[in-house]
């Protein structure tokens, strides 16, 4: 069901879909049914043959009770949403026919006990279209249209699904505020109005009353909370101070000034999965175990971040990676999704490879190369005709290729900031070029699929000597 040809997707939204239900039980007569936003209200719609009505169908319903014009019509999709799986839905698909299934895709894609499997029941929300340009975004000027953006766009932040420094989501806290209460309001107005709604209204929870510490434990939550809600005035002083626009144009241009700022975060708008890595080994007896990881694909490339630090772990570009699905072999095995990338040990250039275990790397592997294709076809469409690429867009060579590789390398530099990748707390496989071919894993090239370049990939055979190395 999540891979016939490319829309589906990823991880839970927590405790707010624990208790919702959308799909009635009759197939024929007239039933209620709730469609959640990401503001955590509904769109409630009474509808006949909703037993047999496709996704597309009911598109148009929600579209035209949000009051959502045509021009927007791929900006949103169906999902299905639980505390143990999301799924996108394609407009082929028929919501209350997968509802009924959905038990089978929880065994199907997670590791989730039978008791809770039997006790889960999803919601279907309207949500970001994970194949929608986040380019296009900035061109939308309906008010409404950009208001279940900014409202989803927060729900992540809030929820620590899409990490960011505190500089940043201190500057996203007071957009919100500017948002939601208005830009004009003194100091003594914003403080109570930021009391009364609570700073994880604004502040992702982690980063407000998160940290722990010893220094945090002798101030107190009250103290922190004193210091927060001061940084937040005062960022909010300075974006009411040098906003410009008019007071009727003054909610749009705030939600593009918030969706422009999640657009640097390089997961935004990604489709989530859950999975464990391997942790380094450690101590004497070498013990590593295994890390809880998010992943997060999109059209950009792929994103694996810590769960619990809300730090990104690995960012890749589909130009920077290959990658594989494999399946269990014997009973007890793991799916594991392979992701390849440049890297260096001791000054050697090596390839490295991190596993990562998911019932989910199916779907994960589907829409990698989903996205891929995608990329392929929209980058075709800047090259001639003749489908040859042009002397402007044609690469020097060797020269070229050095460049390509500083690139990568400077991605996956050492960096204190949480979107910087930490390819040094990974537990990789590394390998060169002059050791034994690895016959069970060749991974599918990324770069392959970009066939306007003027040269082949650089990348060479998966090959690793008779030990590999756990870097």
């Not at 035209?64 to 143990?84: G, K």
């Not at 309207?126 to 000027?141: A, C, D, G, H, M």
């Not at 722990?212 to 101030?219: A, E, I, N, Q, V």
């Not at 590593?288 to 998010?294: D, E, L, Y």
Request: glycine share 8%; aromatic share 8%.
């Amino acid at each position: 069901m999540e891979r016939d040809d490319g829309d589906f997707l990823p991880e839970p939204s927590e405790d707010s879909h624990s208790q919702r239900g959308s799909v009635a039980s009759s197939v024929t007569r007239a039933q209620d049914l709730l469609v959640y936003l990401a503001s955590d209200s509904a769109v409630h719609l009474t509808l006949e043959g909703l037993g047999c009505m496709n996704a597309q169908e009911l598109g148009r319903n929600v579209r035209e009770a949000l009051n959502i014009p045509n021009s927007a019509v791929d900006v949103f999709a169906f999902w299905f949403c639980s505390p143990l799986l999301d799924l996108q839905l394609k407009p082929k698909h028929l919501p209350y026919k997968l509802c009924r299934q959905w038990q089978d895709l929880l065994y199907r894609f997670t590791e989730a006990p039978a008791e809770d499997i039997s006790q889960d029941e999803p919601c279907l929300m309207f949500k970001r279209n994970v194949f929608y340009p986040r380019s296009k975004e900035l061109q939308i000027e309906d008010e409404g249209v950009l208001r279940l953006l900014y409202d989803e766009a927060k729900m992540n932040i809030l929820e620590g699904r899409y990490p960011c420094d505190p500089e940043h989501w201190l500057t996203l806290g007071a957009l919100s505020c500017a948002v939601e209460l208005g830009t004009g309001l003194d100091d003594q107005a914003l403080t109570a109005a930021i009391r009364e709604k609570k700073l994880s209204s604004f502040l992702p929870a982690h980063a407000a009353f998160g940290g722990g510490g010893f220094l945090s434990t002798l101030r107190g939550r009250g103290g922190r909370n004193a210091e927060m809600e001061h940084n937040l005035i005062k960022e909010y002083r300075s974006i009411c101070s040098s906003a410009a626009t008019g007071p009727s144009q003054e909610p749009v241009a705030l939600m593009h000034q918030y969706l422009k700022s999640c657009h640097a975060l390089p997961y935004y708008g990604c489709a989530f999965f859950m999975g464990e890595i391997d942790k380094p080994a450690q101590g004497l007896l070498h013990r590593g175990g295994r890390k809880a990881v998010s992943v997060g694909i999109s059209l950009e490339g792929v994103y694996v971040m810590d769960v619990k630090e809300k730090h990104v772990l690995l960012g890749l570009k589909f130009s920077e990676l290959s990658w594989d699905h494999s399946y269990p072999e014997t009973e007890g095995d793991s799916h594991i999704l392979w992701l390849e990338f440049d890297g260096e040990e001791a000054g050697v250039h090596v390839n490295k490879l991190l596993k990562i275990y998911s019932k989910q790397a199916e779907l994960m592997s589907g829409l990698i190369e989903f996205c891929v294709e995608l990329r392929s076809v929209a980058e075709s469409a800047a090259v001639g005709t003749d489908g040859e690429v042009t002397p402007s867009q044609e690469p020097t060579g060797r020269e070229t290729n050095e460049k390509t590789r500083e690139r990568r390398q400077g991605k996956l530099r050492r960096q204190s900031s949480v979107v910087c990748s930490r390819v040094h707390s990974l537990s990789t496989i590394s390998y060169v070029d002059d050791g034994k071919e690895i016959k069970r894993l060749k991974p599918k090239r990324a770069a392959s699929f970009f066939t306007r370049q003027a040269q082949p990939p650089t990348y060479s055979a998966v090959q690793v000597t008779e030990s590999l190395e756990q870097g």
